[in-house]
C-alpha cells in the first residue's frame, strides 16, 4: 500500500449540500462524511453514557477514601486545594488533588451523594471515548474509530473504572488527550507547537492525578515526534523543549506551593513520613512502585523469589493471569498483531508518515505501559489496566482498517484471520475461568470466531459483502466475552480501595457482596496455601501457616472467625501482602459487616447511635472524632458530613499526628471522640496495632495506647467510642 491509501476517511461520500441550523450540523457533521458517520459517532456517545450510567448508585459512596476527601473539598477550598481527607486539613489523600477537583465542585453545585461523586466519571469515560475516536479517525477513517470507541466502551475494566472515583479515569482521558494532540502536531509543521503545548499541559495535569505515571508514555512519544515530524531537526528539539515546559508548569505550580507553604498551616501530606510531596512522589508512589520499597505501605514489595511478588506473580504473563486476564486482555493478543502487522503494511512509507507514526505512538505506549505493569513488583491492582484501554482500543481500530483496505492481499487477509481466530480463542479461554457464568457463550464465540477467520481468509478477499459480514461476525466474537463481563460490570456495585470488573464468582469474585471463590496475591492463594472464600473466617481455605481458615496465630481483622487469636503474619495488624478480592475489601472476607478490613480497606458502617453522638454539639469542635486509619475516619465522615481526623492517613501508618500534637489537640478541646472500633469490624480496644485500625505504627500505636489508658470507653452501637472532652 502506499502512504497516502489511507487518507480519505472510510466510507466517503460525495459532498452534500449544507443543512442550516446548529443542530442540523450537529447531527450532519462534516459535509464530505458519509451520512451515517455523525448519527454513528453520536448513538456511540449515547449508548456509552446510558451504560455507564446504569445502576451507578449501586456503588454508593465507592471508594469512601476518596469520597471523603470530596466531600471535604466540597466544604473547604484548602481542603479542595490540598487534597484534605477532612474540611479541617489534617491530612490529605496520599495522591495530588486533580482527580478530586471535578468530583468536589459537582458536590459543591449539587450536595453530596453518590451519583454527584460518580457521574463526573461516567463523562470523563464519554469523553475518552470521543477522544479516542477523533484521534484514530482523522488518520483512519470514521469505521475505525468508531470499532477503536466500541471496543474501549466494552472494556471490563474501563467500564469498571468510569464509573468509580479513583485517580483512574482522568488519568485516563488526559492520557488520550496527550496522545491526539501529539498525533495532530505529527500532521502538520507550522501549527505543530501549539499542540504539543497542549500535550505538555495534559501531562502536567495528568501529573496532578497520580504522579509519575502520567509519565509513562512520555518516551515513546517524544522519540516518535523527534524522529517522524516534518520539519528540521533543530525545529523538532526546540518543540519538545516547549512541550516539556508547559508540562512543568502546568505540573509544577501546585507542587511549588504545597513544598513551599508552611507546613504548619497545611494539611499533612498524606502517604509521605516527611510531610513532603516530593518525598511521596518519588517513593510511595514513584519508584516505590517499581521495586517495591514502598516505606508505609499496606505490604507491597517486591521478593518471593521466581518472579514472585507480595502483589502477585511478576511476568510477561501476568496481564493474562486469572486475576488481571478478565479486566483487560480480552482483545490484548489482537492489538498486538494487528500493531506488527500495521508497522509492516507502512515500512517503506516516508519518515513523516501519519499512519505509521500512530501505530509507533499507540503502539510504543501500550508497549511500555504493559511492560511496567508486567514487572512492577510495589502494589500492582487490577484496575490499574485501565490505563492499557486506549491503546489497545486504538491499534484494534487502526489495524484493523489497514488490513481491511488490503484484504484482497493473502497476508493481509490471512492476518485478518489470524487475529480473528486468536481472539476468539482468547476469548473461549476466559470464560473458561468462570465456567458456570453464560457457558453457552464459551462455545459459541470459539464458533462464531472460526468461521468468520474462515469467512476472511477465503470469501473476504473475493467478495466485499461477504468480507463485511465475515468482519462484522469476528468483531461480535471478539467483543462477546468482554460485552458479557462489562454487562455484570455495570449491574453490581462496587466498594472499597480494590475493585474488579466481572462476573460475580469469578477468578477475582469480581464485584459487590458475596464473591467468594475470590484469590489473593495475583490468583495464587496465600502464599503457603490454597483458596480463601468470600465468608466470614474463611472457612474451607487456608492460610499461610493456619490450618482450615485460621492465620498464623492471629484474629481475623474483625476481631472474628479465625481460631487461636492474635496478628496478621508480618506481625503488625498489616495486610502481608497481596490483593484482597472486591467481597473482602466490602467486609465480607474478614469478619463481614461494612467495616472491611477493619476499615483498612473500605469505610466503617455507621449506625444511628453512633451518628447522633457524633452530631450532638458537633460545631463546638474541629473534629467531632479521630480515628486511625483514613477508611474507618471517611465512614463517620461521610454519614456525618462533619471533619473526622484520620490518625496516620489510609494505612494508619502515617507519622501524623504525632502524640504530642494529639494530647494538644485534645487540651484544646478540638476532638470530642476517639473511635477505637469500627462497627461491624472493630478496631478492637485502642485499635493500636491491629489489623482494624489500619495498622496503626509508631505515633499512632502510641496514641490509641494512650486513649484507651487514659479515657474511659463507651461502646456506642458496636463501636467503641472515647469521650476526649470527659474529665481525666
Known sequence: MTSTSLAAPAGAAPAAPPRSGPLARLWRGRAEDARWVRPAFLGLLAVTTALYLWN????????????????????????????????????????????????????????????????????????????????????????????????????????????????????????????????????????????????????????????????????????????????????????????????????????ALVELWPASSRPYVGGSQNNSFLELTFGYNGLGRINGDETGSVGGGGGGGMGGGRWGETGIVRMFNDSVGGQISWLLPAALILLVAGLVVTRRAPRTDTARAAFLVWGGSLLITLAVFSFMAGIFHEYYTVALAPYLAALVGMGAAVLWEERTRLPASAALAVTVAVTAWWGWTLLGRTPDWLPWLRWTVLVAGAVAALGLLCAGRVDRRLGLAAAGLGLAAGLAGPFAYTLATVDAGHQGSIVTAGPAGGAMGGRGPGGGGMRMFGGEGFPGGGQMPGGPGGQGGQMPGGQGGQLPGGQMPGGQGAQGGGQLPDGQGRLPGGTPPQGMARGEGFGGGGGGMGGLLNGASVGTEAKSA??????????????????????????????VMAIGGFNGSDPSPTLAQFKQYVADGKIHYFIGGAEGGGTGEGGGGRMGGGGGLGGNSEISTWVAETFEKVTVGNATFYDLTAAQ
Do not use: H
Not at 497520580?210 to 522519540?223: D, M, N, R, V, Y
Not at 450532638?616 to 462533619?642: H, P
Open 56 to 255: 451507578l448508585s449501586a456503588s454508593g459512596y465507592a471508594n469512601s477514601f476518596y469520597s471523603a476527601a470530596v466531600q471535604a473539598g466540597g466544604e473547604s477550598w484548602k481542603a479542595f486545594f490540598f487534597g484534605s481527607l477532612d474540611a479541617a486539613n489534617a491530612i490529605t489523600v496520599d495522591k495530588p488533588p486533580a482527580a478530586l477537583w471535578p468530583m468536589a465542585l459537582s458536590v459543591r453545585l449539587f450536595g453530596l451523594g453518590s451519583w454527584q461523586i460518580l457521574v463526573p466519571e461516567v463523562l470523563m469515560g464519554v469523553a475518552t471515548v470521543a477522544v479516542l475516536y477523533a484521534a484514530v479517525r482523522r488518520r483512519f477513517g470514521a469505521g475505525a474509530g468508531l470499532v477503536a470507541g466500541v471496543v474501549l466502551a466494552l472494556t471490563p475494566v474501563a467500564a469498571l473504572m468510569f464509573r468509580f472515583n479513583n485517580p483512574d479515569a482522568l488519568l485516563a482521558l488526559l492520557m488520550t488527550v496527550a496522545v491526539y494532540c501529539v498525533l495532530r502536531a505529527l500532521e502538520e509543521d507550522r501549527g505543530a507547537a501549539k499542540w504539543l503545548v497542549w500535550a505538555g499541559v495534559a501531562f502536567g495535569f495528568a501529573f496532578l492525578a497520580k504522579t509519575l505515571q502520567a509519565f509513562l508514555i512520555l518516551p515513546p512519544l517524544a522519540l516518535v515526534y523527534g524522529v517522524c515530524a516534518p520539519g528540521g531537526i533543530g525545529r523538532r528539539i526546540g518543540r519538545l523543549a516547549l512541550a516539556g515546559l508547559a508540562m512543568l508548569v502546568s505540573a509544577g505550580w501546585w507542587v
Open 614 to 643: 457524633l452530631l450532638k454539639d458537633a460545631d463546638a469542635y474541629t473534629w467531632v472524632a479521630a480515628t486511625v486509619g483514613a477508611q474507618n475516619a471517611a465512614g463517620y465522615q461521610l454519614v456525618t458530613e462533619k471533619p
